[in-house]
């Protein structure tokens, strides 16, 4: 890739900085918020690529010192860390010439069921919940319960929240899957360890211009909200059901005090829902999206475990191993995110040079 292609990402950059301050564009909210948006993605880039051109410049005055007997050494020991950084910042570059996807930049629903193990898979699918939320604290993103559905013993059955803020789904895309985890239950009188698991699904938040709904293929029933247990919390019927006949998408919501609160919040996920599908259904498709990413993406897919005895998580996708249980399940997930963003890239970059 050649600093031509890299020129003319910068020379866009400037073209959309001018557009930002036009009167007109600014007047134009839905343009202005696409402009914002690229402007975002772009100064990133350029941001690296004036780094770049800048390091280049040091490293050419630094290649003219090595005709210079006295500073010969110290320019070698200089083009050394030159090199290895440019040779960084040009990966970077690179990656970012690669076509993204499109969704990276929105918000995403995050969904958490409790899978095989019992009342310990529920109470294992409230820690998920618990490191979740810490972890968007951390990034400053906003959180928020869609729906959930509680077990008697307190743990979760299945839950739905949404996560706002910058690049959401670009980080979190990668937690979709089956987590196990394997720990003595607090039932287990015998210390005996148990293995259980969680799926998570996360769904790139979808906007109404992405999938249009009609309310008249929509059936809505209302019912009492009720706690873990069935027991009524709510006397009124201000829990909300939604199903969309053409393609059957189902879902409920009955966290609100108000019938109109739960309507709007299930609206929200019934259209990221059939996003999703429409997105497999593109995916599938275009296999070659499969060669070049770490995981499938399928929720089915085993991608982490959490081993309490041994104080460890391990990714299988990526074989990583940390030896941080209880930061990770304090919302220190950062480093496994990091690692498998990263191992993700060079996945593209090989794809990109074959």
């Known amino acids: 890739m050649g600093n031509a292609s890299y020129d003319e990402i910068e020379h866009q950059y400037e073209d959309v900085e001018r557009q930002l301050s036009d009167p007109e564009v600014i007047a134009n909210q839905a343009k202005y918020r696409v402009l914002s948006q690229r402007y975002t993605e772009l100064k990133t880039f350029v941001e690296k690529y004036r780094l770049f051109k800048n390091l280049t410049q040091q490293k050419n005055d630094a290649m003219d010192l090595l005709n210079d007997p006295e500073m010969k050494d110290m320019a070698k020991e200089e083009l050394v860390d030159l090199n290895a950084t ?6 970077d570059l690179q990656f970012f010439l690669i076509p993204k996807d499109p969704n990276d930049y929105r918000n995403a629903i995050i969904e958490i069921r409790q899978g095989t193990g019992g009342d310990e898979a529920a109470l294992f699918a409230e820690d998920l919940l618990n490191m979740y939320e810490r972890y968007c604290e951390k990034r400053g993103w906003s959180f928020e319960i869609i729906s959930q559905h509680l077990t008697e013993m307190g743990g979760i059955k299945e839950v739905s929240f949404t996560v706002s803020g910058q690049g959401v789904y670009s980080e979190l895309k990668f937690e979709i899957g089956t987590h196990r985890v394997q720990r003595v239950p607090a039932t287990e009188s015998s210390g005996r360890i148990h293995t259980s698991a969680a799926t998570v699904a996360v769904l790139p938040e979808a906007e109404e211009v992405d999938v249009e709904l009609n309310m008249k293929d929509i059936r809505v029933d209302t019912y009492r909200a009720s706690g873990a247990g069935g027991q009524h919390v709510n006397k009124t019927s201000s829990a909300v059901r939604l199903t969309h006949l053409p393609t059957n998408v189902v879902v409920a919501c009955q966290d609100e005090r108000s019938q109109f609160q739960n309507k709007e919040k299930a609206m929200r996920l019934l259209r990221s829902r059939i996003y999703e599908q429409q997105l497999i259904e593109k995916r599938k498709k275009e296999s070659d999206l499969r060669k070049s990413q770490v995981g ?8 982490r475990t959490y081993n309490y005895p041994q104080g460890r998580v391990t990714d299988h996708r990526i074989g990583l191993t940390l030896h941080a249980l209880d930061r990770i399940m304090q919302g220190d997930i950062g480093p496994i995110i990091s690692a ?13 040079a074959n």
């Not at 440019?86 to 990966?91: F, S, T, V, Y």
Request: proline residues 0%; aromatic residues 0%; without cysteine.
């Open 340 to 352: 498998l963003m990263k191992a993700d890239r060079v996945e593209k970059l090989k794809s990109v």
């Open 86 to 91: 440019l040779a960084e910042i040009d990966d």
């Open 296 to 303: 499938s993406g399928d929720r089915s897919e085993k991608i």
